[in-house]
């Protein structure tokens, strides 16, 4: 059975709830949550002493044919990289701080997460 549409966002929404927890505990600070412009959205945005961090958040079952890195096109991580410039053209007092693009992947059930992430994951292909 396909799930709704309802069910996705809100199998997705936990799934950022569970990344946002995670990235909190390694000292992260959140700066916004869901940033949605014409170019597309940004689930995470967090802040470390340095930098500003987009945080890409990706959910699959554990038997899912493709990770949920993988599933992250060349199109997708191009229109994260036009979501981040217009937040950064928006919020001009982050406009100089280094950036990075992370994922935080998401696999297995509510009860027991798996929860890998992976820093700076765009960085070889601009």
């Given at each position: 059975?396909?799930?709704?549409?309802?069910?996705?966002?809100?199998?997705?929404?936990?799934?950022?709830?569970?990344?946002?927890?995670?990235?909190?505990?390694?000292?992260?600070?959140?700066?916004?949550?869901?940033?949605?412009?014409?170019?597309?959205?940004?689930?995470?945005?967090?802040?470390?002493?340095?930098?500003?961090?987009?945080?890409?958040?990706?959910?699959?079952?554990?038997?899912?044919?493709?990770?949920?890195?993988?599933?992250?096109?060349?199109?997708?991580?191009?229109r994260?990289?036009?979501?981040?410039?217009?937040?950064?053209?928006?919020?001009?007092?982050?406009?100089?701080?280094?950036?990075?693009?992370d994922?935080?992947?998401?696999?297995?059930?509510?009860?027991?997460?798996e929860?890998d992430?992976?820093?700076?994951?765009?960085?070889?292909?601009?």
């Amino acid at each position: 059975m396909k799930p709704t549409a309802a069910h996705s966002r809100s199998r997705g929404a936990w799934a950022e709830d569970i990344a946002l927890d995670f990235l909190r505990q390694r000292g992260l600070e959140s700066v916004q949550r869901n940033y949605r412009c014409k170019a597309g959205e940004l689930d995470l945005i967090c802040a470390d002493v340095r930098r500003l961090i987009f945080v890409e958040v990706r959910y699959r079952r554990a038997n899912a044919l493709v990770s949920a890195a993988e599933s992250i096109s060349a199109r997708k991580r191009q229109r994260l990289r036009l979501a981040a410039a217009h937040f950064l053209m928006i919020h001009r007092m982050h406009a100089g701080r280094p950036c990075r693009f992370d994922v935080i992947t998401v696999t297995g059930s509510r009860e027991q997460p798996e929860i890998d992430w992976i820093q700076d994951a765009f960085q070889d292909d601009a």
